[in-house]
């Protein structure tokens, strides 16, 4: 038997590496997706849905218009509801602080066409009349913002990475990147298998900065454990993402199954991709939901579970080329690589195939310094 040959092999086959593969794959480029368990299995099966544009960056601002134009058009693409909906996001400040920092960011966003609103404390309990507003001064709002179902982004992927002649492997982990000098020509498997490709995408996720040392190459990336949990259905208590950025707050959401589906970044945070679930979670999370919407005594948790992270030291993406010929990342999403997937993939194939950058892109850069904080993380 030859060598078997791709195109692109992409490992990783979460949000962020599949809607690279789909990209790629439009542009008639035999893509291979390596997945070391299942679609989603690291960190997009584990996430909560979330989609926004209120960031602190131009940068990041402008990559979620392009994922959020995607998302509102997955529909007539994929051919089947991603359960995306509008609902908003409501960022909550406790402090004149808080909301004076709200005020400097909203000038960014409207600057970019973004439709955000300050609004006072009043003005947060008219939008969700359930909200307890005791020590609440104001808020930032941002209505066009909202939520999709991850499984079903990505088994739109799935369906279009096939149609279009392209593969992804399942149970498939890479243990070695092949090299020759400076360029990278494919990899090994765990079972031993090699397979060549002239470019390989480093998606792995939490994974990312093991699979770029093996291709010799720093990936600041490092995972950290979070917890999440889901109620039953209740009635609509809530329509925005409300998020509580006090240091014992939490960010919850009602799905269109009615469904509250939620939580908190956990201080000092838990380095490490263990993704062990906690009963102490449970406890704390369910405190901190019910004094921000009180109504939600009547909720019960119907499923908890933990994903990790993948935080880069400014908590914004690197999506870029590297010094090794052929060899190129697109991780650290730090939280956010559901919303970032669509425009990450869109914008990851132009990258590899065309490379150009779609606008100034220092903030994703590997070489960056990783000096300036993403504010709203």
Not at 16 to 26: D, E, R, T
Not at 206 to 214: E, K, L
């Amino acid at each position: 038997m030859g060598k078997q040959k791709a195109d692109i092999i992409v490992i990783g086959g979460g949000v962020i590496g599949l809607s690279s593969a789909y990209h790629l794959s439009k542009r008639k480029v035999r893509v291979l997706v390596l997945e070391k368990q299942f679609p989603g299995s690291g960190s997009t099966g584990r996430c909560i849905g979330g989609i926004r544009l209120q960031f602190s960056t131009e940068a990041s601002i402008r990559l979620m218009q392009e994922s959020m134009a995607q998302f509102q058009g997955m529909q007539d693409e994929f051919g089947f509801s991603v359960e995306f909906q509008q609902g908003g996001y409501l960022f909550l400040a406790h402090s004149e602080e808080k909301l004076d920092a709200f005020r400097k960011v909203s000038k960014i966003q409207k600057n970019l066409g973004v439709d955000v609103h300050i609004l006072s404390s009043a003005d947060c309990k008219a939008l969700v009349p359930h909200l307890n507003t005791d020590g609440l001064i104001g808020g930032v709002y941002g209505p066009k913002d909202g939520q999709a179902y991850p499984f079903k982004v990505l088994k739109g992927y799935l369906d279009c990475i096939q149609k279009n002649g392209s593969e992804v492997r399942l149970f498939s982990e890479v243990v070695e990147i092949l090299r020759e000098g400076d360029r990278v020509t494919g990899v090994k498997t765990a079972d031993g298998e090699e397979l060549y490709a002239d470019v390989i995408l480093n998606a792995a996720g939490p994974h990312a900065d093991r699979i770029g040392a093996m291709a010799g190459v720093e990936v600041r990336v490092a995972a950290e454990r979070h917890e999440a949990f889901i109620t039953d259905r209740l009635p609509n208590l809530i329509k925005p993402m409300l998020v509580d950025y006090r240091p014992d707050g939490c960010y919850f959401q009602q799905m269109a199954t009615g469904q509250i589906i939620g939580c908190y970044s956990p201080v000092p945070n838990i380095p490490g991709t263990d993704t062990q679930a906690s009963i102490e979670f449970i406890s704390e999370m369910a405190k901190r939901a019910v004094r921000l919407v009180p109504e939600l005594w009547k909720a019960h948790v119907i499923r908890h579970w933990a994903g990790s992270y993948e935080n880069t030291p400014d908590l914004s993406p690197i999506i870029d080329k590297t010094s090794i010929k052929g060899y190129y990342l697109a991780c650290g999403m730090s939280g956010h690589g559901f919303m970032f997937g669509p425009a990450v993939g869109k914008f990851v194939s132009q990258i590899i195939l065309d490379d150009t950058y779609p606008y100034e892109w220092s903030e994703f850069r590997l070489d960056r310094d990783y000096s300036h904080m993403e504010l709203m993380k």
